[in-house]
């Protein structure tokens, strides 16, 4: 059984920083990809970014330049280091996880099976 529990979320003025960490259970070991969905009420979801075993990764973007994701596979955990943080940067971010998953061409994936439950990120002026 695959979870993911997510960690990191918070508030933050303009500008400011946040890093959110995803550790995952149950993914067959280093093959997967892991990565951030953002979801406010009212509006579709948005891939943010990703990243799969070899560590090629994919950016939303609206988020390149600001945010990196990263991977430590013997932790089963991937982090989103956020800068540079605007007002339209707060919602709920998810951390997802694809078993046997790779990521081609930088392109952002829409397949996730699992997901967490959300951590909020609120960035004010």
């Known amino acids: 059984q695959v979870q993911l529990v997510e960690s990191g979320g918070g508030s933050v003025q303009t500008g400011g920083s946040l890093r959110l960490s995803c550790a995952a259970s149950?993914?067959?070991?280093?093959?997967?990809?892991m990565g951030w969905f953002r979801q406010t009420p009212g509006k579709e979801r948005e891939g943010v970014a990703q990243?799969?075993?070899?560590?090629?990764?994919a950016y939303a973007n609206f988020v390149k330049g600001r945010f990196t994701i990263s991977k430590d596979n013997a932790e089963a955990t991937a982090h989103l280091q956020m800068n540079s943080l605007k007002l339209e940067d707060s919602t709920m971010y998810y951390c997802?996880?694809?078993?046997?998953?790779?990521?081609?061409?930088?392109?952002?994936?829409?397949?996730?099976?699992?997901w967490g439950q959300g951590t909020q990120v609120t960035v004010s002026s």
């Open positions: 990243i799969d075993r070899d560590g090629n990764t």
């Open positions: 149950g993914l067959p070991s280093g093959n997967y990809c």
């Open positions: 997802v996880a694809e078993p046997w998953c790779l990521l081609l061409r930088s392109l952002l994936r829409d397949d996730f099976t699992y």
